[in-house]
């Protein structure tokens, strides 16, 4: 069983949209939890750092974690065609397991 | 405030031959990791280090790969004789300890001829 399992897409919604991005995770001593975003031919860029249940907040992201149901989200409020790229999330630890990446689209 | 520095950002290498790619980490970080993105797949960790030691390569094939991290200099990742499943992008992540979030270059993008 992979560590983190994530929503594969694509997705494509319109500019001013909710994206909503959605992981599982197994082991449920994990505590930290990233997302990163990914542009074509780019390295992941660490948008998201969380720690332990509940919401964080940064700007139009709010990334979410219920750790009774192993469930992590990332939320894009007020979605922009900038926001077009591939989202991955990872869980804890040095050696980082990412899920395989959503690839949205937000449309013009 | 420089990021992660990979290079070459693109490397063309026949078969059988040698691959060097380098990886400078941020200002501040001491911990380095390796991951290969094979196409359509998810990244995947290679190798981890610290200056002059290897913590953790478990997922680095146990031939023809290698990786250092010099007291003084970028980190390389060695891929020698190369063969055609090696073509991948290779990223490098930098942390300021093993349990700070990593920050990634841009990658090397690897194509066997």
């Known amino acids: 069983q992979k560590e983190v399992e994530q929503d594969p897409g694509p997705l494509s919604v319109p500019e001013g949209a909710i994206v909503s991005l959605n992981c599982t995770y197994s082991n449920s001593a994990f505590q930290y939890f990233m997302w990163y975003r990914q542009y074509s031919r780019k390295g992941p860029e660490l948008l998201m750092y969380t720690y332990s249940s509940g919401n964080k907040e940064d700007g139009r992201f709010t990334a979410q974690v219920d750790k009774s149901s192993k469930y992590i989200s990332l939320f894009i409020r007020d979605s922009q065609p900038s926001d077009s790229a591939t989202y991955l999330c990872?869980?804890?630890?040095?050696?980082?397991?990412f899920g395989a990446g959503t690839t949205v689209t937000v449309r013009a | 405030n420089a990021g992660v520095m990979q290079n070459p950002r693109h490397l063309v290498r026949r078969r059988g031959q040698e691959a060097r790619l380098r990886c400078s980490p941020m200002?501040?970080?001491?911990?380095v990791y390796w991951y290969r993105q094979l196409p359509e797949e998810g990244l995947k960790f290679m190798v981890y280090l610290q200056k002059e030691n290897i913590i953790d390569e478990s997922g680095m094939p146990k031939e023809r790969f290698s990786a250092e991290f010099p007291k003084e200099g970028p980190s390389i990742l060695r891929i020698q004789q190369v063969v055609r499943g090696d073509s991948a992008a290779y990223f490098c992540?930098?942390?300021?300890?093993?349990?700070?979030?990593?920050?990634f270059g841009d990658g090397t993008r690897l194509s066997i001829l």
């Open positions: 990872a869980s804890e630890g040095y050696k980082l397991s």
């Open positions: 992540a930098s942390s300021r300890d093993r349990n700070q979030p990593q920050h």
């Open positions: 200002k501040g970080h001491s911990h």
